[in-house]
């Protein structure tokens, strides 16, 4: 079956670069979404990559993709202290299917 | 609004009542995602509509969880007879629902069993 696999704690220094992992099962996944969630807010959709990708980039986050070994990253630069909260992994799979979600990733930065 | 909104924020009830959750899709957005997560988990899903048709309700944990969206835009999931292990994060989704357009989420609704 499905599963997305995500390490549970990372914590950086401010100003520093926070890479976050995940790895995923499904070979016949298209889209591949992080969504950061912050204290009793909802899930903010932060960025996705098409399959067919490696690599995307956007403002301080950038995004890898080995589709081979089905290893996606998360870069955060310059990472703030604004930058704390749980990273979620997601992968979909064609059409316009239910996401399959990791377990989050607490992203700690001290100051 | 511009969001997705659902409602109530926060719900605690007595084990043995039913419970009805509300989800007010972007307006447009074909798709609407039900999804349940537990403290220290992933989302995990639930049921999902592409205007008023069901499409999926496999992640239903059993028939005392409904849902519905007659309309094709708010939706509503009931929880018959509430149990403890009903306690959970109940989140919404919606999407353009073409081309694999992300999904955006509400802020959630606590549940709470007593």
């Known amino acids: 079956g499905e599963d997305v696999e995500q390490s549970l704690f990372l914590s950086v220094r401010e100003g520093d670069s926070s890479v976050i992992n995940c790895t995923y099962t499904?070979?016949?996944?298209?889209?591949l979404y992080w969504y950061k969630q912050e204290p009793g807010a909802g899930l903010q959709l932060l960025t996705y990559i098409f399959s067919n990708m490696d690599m995307k980039q956007d403002q301080r986050l950038t995004v890898l993709l080995n589709k081979k070994d089905k290893h996606l990253s998360l870069r955060i630069a310059d990472t703030q202290t604004g930058d704390s909260a749980i990273y979620f992994c997601a992968e979909s799979t064609p059409g316009n299917t239910p996401l399959v979600f990791g377990k989050g990733t607490r992203l700690s930065v001290i100051a | 609004g511009a969001g997705v909104s659902q409602s109530p924020r926060y719900k605690v009830t007595k084990r043995g009542q039913d419970v009805a959750l509300r989800c007010d899709p972007i307006?447009?957005?074909?798709?609407l995602y039900w999804y349940r997560q537990a403290l220290g988990q992933g989302p995990e899903f639930l049921t999902y509509?592409?205007?008023?048709?069901?499409?999926?309700k496999s992640g239903l944990p059993n028939d005392r969880f409904s849902a519905e969206r007659p309309e094709g835009s708010i939706s509503t999931l009931t929880i018959q007879r509430t149990e403890q292990r009903d306690s959970a994060m109940y989140r919404c989704?919606?999407?353009?629902?073409?081309?694999?357009?992300?999904?955006?989420f509400g802020d959630g609704t606590r549940l709470s069993i007593l």
């Open positions: 509509f592409n205007y008023e048709a069901q499409q999926d």
């Open positions: 499904d070979s016949s996944s298209t889209y």
């Open positions: 307006s447009g957005h074909v798709s």
């Open positions: 989704a919606s999407s353009k629902g073409t081309n694999n357009q992300p999904q955006h």
